[in-house]
């Protein structure tokens, strides 16, 4: 999530910027690649990250493109972006192309194919964005025609399917003409899931010098300026934490992690809350220097069950389910009806694999319950 933030954020700066021990995963590949076909330059450097080079990142040359089209007398040069199943770079990236003269086809997985998409293709056309769908309605494949700017302004969506919707826009509204003033509206009266990640997004615009902020009810506000370049460590991914923290707590085993942030957007932070209902311990020791720590899960004797509230660390529930699976007592996970618009049908796959495991679980509303 962050890595697919600071290179988009990057990619929309003033200067070049220097990521460095990012995430390297099909994902973000998958978003270097699609920042590069709208003109940014994405190149490996060595660094000291233990899983690969950091990245540094040139910025998309938006005058120049914009009067290499002028020159072309309204030509669009055509490009393709392949998502595969990343969710960041189906979401964030058209709201970039925007901004870039062309015709930008998004187009990824089959399995990507049935991801609701409406809410991104809409608040495009609300911005003045002329957008070509190529298959199922608010479903990907779909075109961007970039015009090179965007007016921004005033402007309702429907996120209560994904906060990425959110996300998508905060993320380069300070190159709209007038900033966004953006504010989520649900017929049924759904709130925004995974919340913290909204929270990330305007904690990193606000690290590249944006002016960006959260007001109530569910409403955003960035205001139109430059996007500063940025040179960072990369916080490790604490999501990914979670099958290893799983293990010590099934198992009565330790598991410590080094370099684990004091203070973070993450959802993955929860684990400090989850893992203890579990019975097991965690302990987060501060190390030299104030900003990281080791955490150290100890599982316990018997796992017991659980009732949790999910809705704003989703990410985490496959994880969290696995534990259940292995508890004393049946358990209950809520507030993550969201999943079944992932990649796949994230509660129906538990479901499913639970059950073929010889587990006890099944579908509730809004979440699981797992025996």
Same mark, same amino acid.
Not at 179 to 190: A, I, N, Q, V, Y
Not at 326 to 331: K, L, N
């Given at each position: 999530?962050?890595?697919?933030?600071?290179?988009?954020?990057?990619?929309?700066?003033?200067?070049?910027?220097?990521?460095?021990?990012?995430?390297? $995963?099909?994902?973000?590949?998958?978003?270097?690649?699609?920042?590069?076909?709208?003109?940014?330059?994405?190149?490996?450097?060595?660094?000291?990250?233990? #899983?690969?080079?950091?990245?540094?990142?040139?910025?998309?040359?938006?005058?120049? !493109? /914009?009067?290499?089209?002028?020159?072309?007398?309204?030509?669009?040069?055509?490009?393709?972006?392949?998502?595969?199943?990343?969710?960041?770079?189906?979401?964030?990236?058209?709201?970039?192309?925007?901004?870039?003269?062309?015709?930008?086809? #998004?187009?990824?997985?089959?399995?990507?194919?049935?991801?609701?998409?409406?809410?991104?293709?809409?608040? !495009?056309?609300?911005?003045? @964005?002329? +957008?070509?769908?190529?298959?199922?309605?608010?479903?990907?494949? #779909?075109?961007?025609?970039?015009?090179?700017?965007?007016?921004?302004?005033?402007? $309702?969506?429907?996120?209560?399917?994904?906060?990425?919707?959110? $996300?998508?826009?905060?993320?380069?509204?300070?190159?709209?003409?007038?900033?966004?003033?953006?504010?989520?509206?649900?017929?049924?009266?759904?709130?925004?899931?995974?919340?913290?990640?909204?929270?990330?997004?305007?904690?990193?615009?606000?690290?590249?010098?944006?002016?960006?902020?959260?007001? /109530?009810?569910?409403?955003?506000?960035?205001?139109?300026?430059? %996007?500063?370049?940025?040179?960072?460590?990369?916080?490790?991914? !604490?999501?990914?934490?979670?099958?290893?923290?799983?293990?010590?707590?099934? @198992?009565?085993?330790? +598991?410590?992690?080094?370099?684990?942030?004091?203070?973070?957007?993450?959802?993955?932070?929860?684990?400090?809350? %989850?893992?203890?209902? #579990?019975?097991?311990?965690?302990?987060?020791?501060?190390?030299?220097?104030?900003?990281?720590?080791?955490? @150290?899960?100890?599982?316990?004797?018997?796992?017991?069950?659980?009732?949790?509230?999910?809705?704003?660390?989703?990410? !985490?529930?496959?994880?969290?389910?696995?534990?259940?699976?292995?508890?004393?007592?049946?358990?209950?996970?809520?507030? %993550?009806?969201?999943?079944?618009?992932?990649? @796949?049908?994230?509660?129906?796959?538990?479901?499913?694999? %639970?059950?073929?495991?010889?587990?006890?679980?099944?579908?509730?509303?809004?979440?699981?319950?797992?025996?």
């Amino acid at each position: 999530s962050l890595t697919c933030r600071w290179l988009v954020l990057a990619a929309a700066a003033q200067a070049p910027s220097r990521l460095r021990a990012p995430l390297r $995963s099909r994902d973000t590949e998958l978003m270097a690649q699609a920042l590069r076909e709208l003109g940014a330059g994405v190149e490996d450097a060595p660094g000291q990250g233990d #899983f690969g080079d950091d990245w540094v990142v040139t910025p998309i040359p938006f005058e120049q !493109l /914009r009067r290499t089209a002028a020159d072309r007398g309204g030509e669009l040069p055509e490009r393709r972006i392949d998502c595969g199943l990343a969710g960041t770079v189906m979401r964030f990236v058209p709201a970039l192309a925007a901004l870039v003269p062309g015709r930008t086809v #998004f187009d990824g997985d089959a399995a990507a194919l049935r991801r609701p998409m409406g809410p991104v293709i809409e608040a !495009l056309r609300g911005l003045g @964005t002329e +957008v070509q769908e190529l298959g199922e309605p608010g479903r990907l494949p #779909f075109a961007v025609i970039g015009r090179a700017a965007v007016p921004g302004g005033e402007l $309702s969506i429907d996120a209560s399917v994904s906060s990425q919707f959110v $996300s998508a826009l905060l993320l380069v509204a300070a190159r709209f003409d007038r900033g966004l003033r953006l504010r989520h509206d649900s017929p049924g009266g759904e709130g925004v899931p995974s919340m913290p990640h909204v929270e990330m997004t305007l904690e990193s615009l606000r690290r590249s010098g944006v002016a960006a902020e959260a007001a /109530r009810p569910a409403s955003w506000s960035v205001s139109p300026g430059p %996007i500063g370049a940025v040179d960072l460590a990369v916080e490790q991914d !604490l999501s990914n934490a979670g099958p290893f923290l799983a293990a010590a707590v099934v @198992t009565g085993g330790t +598991v410590s992690i080094p370099r684990w942030p004091l203070r973070t957007t993450q959802g993955g932070a929860r684990w400090r809350e %989850i893992l203890p209902s #579990f019975g097991a311990s965690a302990e987060l020791a501060e190390d030299r220097g104030g900003e990281l720590g080791t955490f @150290t899960v100890t599982g316990p004797r018997a796992v017991r069950g659980v009732d949790l509230d999910l809705s704003e660390a989703g990410e !985490l529930a496959p994880t969290v389910a696995a534990i259940c699976a292995t508890a004393d007592s049946p358990s209950v996970l809520r507030g %993550i009806a969201h999943l079944r618009g992932h990649e @796949t049908d994230r509660l129906a796959a538990l479901v499913a694999e %639970i059950r073929r495991l010889g587990g006890r679980a099944q579908e509730t509303v809004d979440g699981l319950r797992i025996e």
